[in-house]
């Protein structure tokens, strides 16, 4: 039998055909397979992705007192087509001034006046003592739903707590998207 060159899908589907029960793979099989195979290998053309959105930089003090200092530093719309996701990034730096370890978490979040359903809030940031942290709120819809509108306004309370409650407060965060 001659001696026949096999690349790419040829082989995989000569290898398949012998599986199936073919124990040989017939010369005119190949040839098929090799012509099928090149007409694949036009030059793909691929999607370009989307840029991705700048995420609008806000750097806005939310709060300076004896326990933290916050700053939302983002808020960003991210669409990743790889995965097929799109979520937003609240991001704000925290610097924890006390001597206890703090967590900070999102609570009563908002879009253009209407509530986010908390299924799809993300936000638990742990802080050491002196240290700060990026507390990053993520928003999605992780079962493929709408995403809510943020066009006009995103409010929410920034809540922080240590683990026995004697430091336990809650700091409104409004901002306009225009």
């Given at each position: 039998m001659k001696k026949i060159k096999l690349a790419g899908l040829g082989?995989?589907?000569?290898?398949?055909l012998s599986a199936c029960g073919d124990s040989e793979v017939t010369e005119k099989q190949v040839e098929k397979v090799?012509?099928?195979d090149q007409t694949d290998k036009a030059t793909p053309v691929k999607e370009a992705k989307p840029e991705a959105e700048a995420p609008k930089q806000l750097n806005k003090e939310v709060v300076d007192n004896e326990n933290?200092?916050?700053?939302?530093?983002?808020?960003?719309?991210?669409?990743?087509p790889d995965f097929?996701?799109?979520?937003?990034?609240?991001?704000?730096?925290?610097?924890?001034?006390?001597?206890?370890?703090?967590?900070?978490?999102s609570?009563?979040?908002?879009a253009d006046g209407k509530m986010v359903?908390?299924?799809?809030?993300v936000m638990s940031q742990d802080i050491a003592p002196g240290k700060k942290a990026d507390c990053v709120l993520t928003i999605q819809d992780y079962e493929g739903g709408e995403l809510p509108e943020m066009k006009e306004n995103f409010e929410?309370?920034?809540?922080?707590?240590?683990?026995?409650?004697?430091?336990?407060?809650?700091?409104k965060v409004s901002v306009e998207m225009k």
């Open positions: 082989v995989l589907v000569a290898v398949g090799e012509s099928t933290i200092k916050a700053t939302l530093t983002s808020i960003e719309f991210v669409k990743d097929d996701e799109e979520y937003y990034e609240v991001t704000y730096e925290v610097e924890n001034k006390t001597d206890a370890n703090i967590t900070v978490q609570d009563s979040v908002s359903d908390e299924s799809l809030l929410m309370n920034l809540w922080v707590f240590n683990d026995d409650f004697s430091i336990e407060e809650q700091h």
